[in-house]
C-alpha cells in the first residue's frame, strides 16, 4: 500500500478495523480525505485526528456545497485547496496510505438546473482523479462514497446491491458514473478501492442553510428557527436516514482489504414516514412553528424517488457494520450540536 516509503496497514489492525469501524487502527497512518471540508469529510477528518492519523484535505470549497473551513477549526491538517481532478492533487497522494474519496456534488435540483456541472464535479473529475492516483500511487487503500440515488425508483420493499440502478436525475447518472469508473479502475488497474452507496445522512457540521441538498437539513433549520416544516405531499413517504458517526464508522470499517472492489449500501436499520422524522425533529427542539403539509412543487416532484429503505445485509456481513444509533438520538444530539454553534445557523 502507498508509493515507496508508504506504509502497509498491518492486516490484524485491520480486521479490528473491519467488525467495528474503529479509528484508531488508522492511528499514524498517512490519509487524504477529499471533501474534507464537508459535512461527511470533516466528520471523517476529525475521527481520523482524534485517532492519530496524519490527514490531509483536498477541497475546492465549491461554493453553493457544504464545505467550509469552520468544519475542521482547530484541528491539526493540511488543506490543498484545489479540485480533485488538478495535477496538484498528485503532490499529497504520492505518500497516502489511505485515500477517502469524498468530494461530490449531492444536490439533485442543482444537477438538473446546471447538468454539466454536475458531471463535472461528480464524473470528470474523478476520472481526472483516479489518473492522478494510478500514476503516483496506484497502491493505496481507496474507500469512494457513492449515493442511494444510483437506484432510481426503487421496485422492492428494502433496496439491496442486485437492484437495477436506473437513476431518475442527473445527480444520480453522474454519481453512477463516478462510482463505475471506481469499480473499473480496481478491477482493470488492480486498484484497492471500494465504494459504499449512502442513504440520506444527518447530524453536526451539515450545511443548514441551502434548501437543495435534501430534506434533512432544511427540517432541521426550520424547527431550530422556531419555522414550520414543510413536506412535500401527504408526509407518508418513508427513508431511511443515517446519523454521521454511522456513516465515518462504515467508512472506516471499508478500509479492510477484505472487501477491496466491492461495493456496499450503507443505511440505516430503520425506515421512518417524513411525517414521522419532522415530528421528532420538531419535539428535539420544542418548535412551535410545527409541521404542515404542502403540494409538491413541479421541479422537486419530477425527479423524486418516493418510498426508500435501505438492505445494507451485505457491509454487515462483511466487515460487521451496522447503524448503531436511533433516530430519537442522533436528531438530540444534531440539535445538541447546533444550539452550541451558532454559525451553521447564520452562515449562508
Ligand atoms: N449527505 C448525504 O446525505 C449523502 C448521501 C449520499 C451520498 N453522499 C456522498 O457523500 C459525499 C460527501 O457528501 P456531503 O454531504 O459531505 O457533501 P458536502 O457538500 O457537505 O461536502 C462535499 C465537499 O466536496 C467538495 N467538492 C465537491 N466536488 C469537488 C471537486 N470536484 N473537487 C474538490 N472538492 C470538491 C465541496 O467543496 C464540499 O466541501 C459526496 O460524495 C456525496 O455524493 C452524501
Not at 480533485?84 to 461530490?104: K, T
Request: glycine share 10%; proline share 4%.
Amino acid at each position: 500500500m502507498g508509493a515507496p516509503g508508504g506504509r502497509r496497514l498491518a492486516s490484524s489492525t485491520v480486521s479490528q478495523t473491519a467488525s467495528s469501524g474503529d479509528p484508531g487502527s488508522l492511528a499514524g497512518a498517512r490519509c487524504v480525505v477529499t471533501g474534507g471540508l464537508g459535512f461527511i469529510g470533516s466528520n471523517l477528518v476529525h475521527a481520523l485526528v482524534d485517532a492519530g492519523a496524519s490527514v490531509a484535505v483536498v477541497d475546492a470549497l465549491v461554493p453553493e456545497h457544504g464545505g467550509a473551513l469552520h468544519n475542521i477549526a482547530g484541528l491539526d491538517v493540511d488543506v490543498l485547496r484545489t479540485e480533485i481532478g488538478d495535477p496538484s492533487v498528485r503532490d499529497v497522494l504520492g505518500d497516502a496510505d489511505v485515500v477517502f474519496n469524498l468530494a461530490g456534488q449531492v444536490s439533485h435540483i442543482e444537477s438538473m438546473r446546471d447538468p454539466m456541472r454536475d458531471l463535472q464535479l461528480n464524473t470528470m473529475s474523478h476520472a481526472a482523479f483516479l489518473e492522478h492516483l494510478r500514476a503516483v500511487n496506484p497502491g493505496a487503500r481507496v474507500v469512494h462514497t457513492s449515493t442511494r440515488q444510483v437506484y432510481g425508483i426503487p421496485g422492492d420493499a428494502a433496496v439491496d446491491e442486485r437492484h437495477v440502478t436506473r437513476p431518475v436525475d442527473v445527480n444520480g447518472v453522474a454519481k453512477l458514473a463516478g462510482e463505475q469508473l471506481h469499480s473499473v479502475y480496481a478491477k482493470a488497474h488492480g486498484m484497492a478501492i471500494t465504494s459504499l452507496r449512502l442513504t440520506n445522512v444527518y447530524g453536526p457540521r451539515q450545511r443548514l442553510t441551502s434548501d437543495h441538498v435534501g430534506f434533512l437539513p432544511v427540517f432541521f433549520r426550520k424547527a431550530l428557527r422556531g419555522q414550520r416544516i414543510e413536506i412535500y405531499g401527504d408526509g407518508t413517504q418513508r427513508r431511511d436516514c443515517l446519523f454521521v458517526s454511522d456513516v465515518v464508522d462504515a467508512i472506516i470499517a471499508a478500509t479492510d482489504e477484505r472487501v477491496v472492489g466491492e461495493v456496499f449500501n450503507v443505511g440505516s436499520r430503520r425506515d421512518e414516514s417524513l411525517g414521522s422524522i419532522a415530528k421528532l425533529i420538531v419535539d428535539a427542539t420544542g418548535s412551535p412553528g410545527g409541521v404542515a403539509l404542502v403540494p409538491w412543487p413541479k421541479e422537486e416532484q419530477r425527479i423524486d424517488i418516493g418510498s426508500f429503505r435501505t438492505d445494507s445485509t451485505r457491509i454487515h456481513e462483511a466487515l460487521g457494520w451496522r447503524s448503531r444509533v436511533e433516530l430519537a438520538d442522533g436528531i438530540a444530539a444534531t440539535v445538541d450540536f447546533y444550539r452550541g454553534d451558532a454559525w451553521y445557523l447564520s452562515s449562508t
